[in-house]
């Protein structure tokens, strides 16, 4: 059975980072179109960003381009999302899955910026 599991989130200051990773037992990320996406209170899951297999490609929603980069390393089987420039809006529980959302969703990571 695949899990995906989301780690690295946390309690951060308006304008910090954090860097979250997605690893999954059970299967290979590296085969797939990777994405990352959010749940925050009240609101529906949204994407975020998505990257190719090979990790020359990649696609980010308006409200996180220029300040989220994802990027991944097959070797380790992680999808990474560094966040930047971090606003008390990105506060959410963050969720990994492939662009089609192939997988059972995971746990999630939350992820708290504070004013």
């Known amino acids: 059975q695949v899990q995906l599991v989301e780690s690295g989130g946390g309690l951060v200051q308006t304008g910090g980072s954090l860097r979250l990773s997605c690893t999954a037992s059970?299967?290979?990320?590296?085969?797939?179109?990777m994405g990352w996406y959010r749940r925050a209170p009240g609101k529906q899951r949204a994407f975020l960003a998505s990257?190719?297999?090979?990790?020359?490609?990649?696609d980010y929603a308006v409200s996180v381009k220029g300040r989220f980069t994802i990027s991944r390393d097959n070797a380790k089987n992680t999808v990474y999302l560094q966040m930047n420039s971090l606003k008390p809006e990105d506060s959410a529980v963050y969720y990994c899955?492939?662009?089609?959302?192939?997988?059972?969703w995971g746990r999630g990571t939350q992820v708290t910026v504070s004013s």
């Open positions: 059970g299967t290979t990320l590296s085969i797939n179109h």
């Open positions: 899955n492939t662009r089609t959302v192939y997988y059972t």
């Open positions: 990257i190719s297999p090979d990790g020359g490609s990649t």
